[in-house]
């Protein structure tokens, strides 16, 4: 199937851990974004990379750090998870402007 | 800053009925106009793309821009249950920006 995956789909953590979040996508496209939606819905871009290069970096705290080995794959790192991290986090990739969602990762922090 | 404003609803309508939903945008120079389908739980689903005034239709779908009025809608004809979901409008910046400024979403429920 051509597709965004992401793994873990869950992934519960003490505060204070360090996870990671990879993504993937076999749909041939040069950019992949990460975004961050919180309880109330709001869908809010965090990074974005172009063939490998870092195009948008929005304020995100720094204990956030993609990494994007190739163009098919976007991971991210979170150092020192906090409470209000808890969201469920999308990774996508565009063709031109239309960008595809991966199914998503619901990070719960306690 | 660029804002994307929608009625955060619910917008509830009958099934069969038309449901209509709407979208403004600040950033005068925005050129991609996107609505997405997010069911609960699920990821955003890309539905429709407009560029440039007027209509596009897509089956029951029917998305409309005006870009003099910063404005952006989209119809859903003969609406069904299965419609019943958050709706979210999305607008990109001028040519060659990879960035899209999404609404908070417009929660639709078609009531049987």
């Known amino acids: 199937d051509t597709a965004v995956s992401q793994t873990p789909k869950y992934l519960v953590t003490q505060m204070g851990n360090d996870k990671s979040i990879k993504c993937e996508q076999n749909?041939?496209?040069?950019?992949m974004y990460w975004y961050k939606q919180d309880s109330k819905k709001f869908l809010k871009i965090m990074f974005s990379?172009?063939?490998?290069?870092?195009?948008i970096n929005e304020t995100v705290p720094n204990r956030f750090s993609p990494k994007s080995p190739d163009k098919a794959h976007l991971n991210l790192h979170i150092n020192s998870l906090e409470l209000g991290d808890s969201a469920v986090y999308f990774c996508?990739?565009?063709?031109?402007?239309?960008?595809?969602f991966g199914p998503g990762t619901r990070l719960t922090v306690l | 800053q660029k804002e994307v404003e929608q009625n955060s609803g619910p917008l509830s309508v009958p099934e069969g009925a038309i449901a209509s939903l709407n979208c403004t945008y600040s950033d005068r120079v925005s050129q991609s106009f996107f609505w997405y389908r997010q069911y609960s739980g699920k990821s955003p689903e890309l539905i429709m793309s407009?560029?440039?005034?007027g209509d596009k239709e897509d089956g029951r779908f029917t998305a409309q821009l005006n870009k003099a009025s910063q404005y952006v809608s989209l119809l859903i004809r003969d609406s069904q249950p299965s419609d019943s979901a958050t709706y979210l409008c999305a607008v990109n910046a001028g040519a060659g920006s990879y960035q899209l400024t999404f609404g908070k979403g417009t929660k639709l429920s078609v009531i049987p």
């Open positions: 407009i560029y440039s005034n």
């Open positions: 990379y172009n063939n490998k290069e870092l195009i």
């Open positions: 996508a990739s565009s063709r031109a402007n239309e960008q595809f």
């Open positions: 749909l041939g496209h040069d950019t």
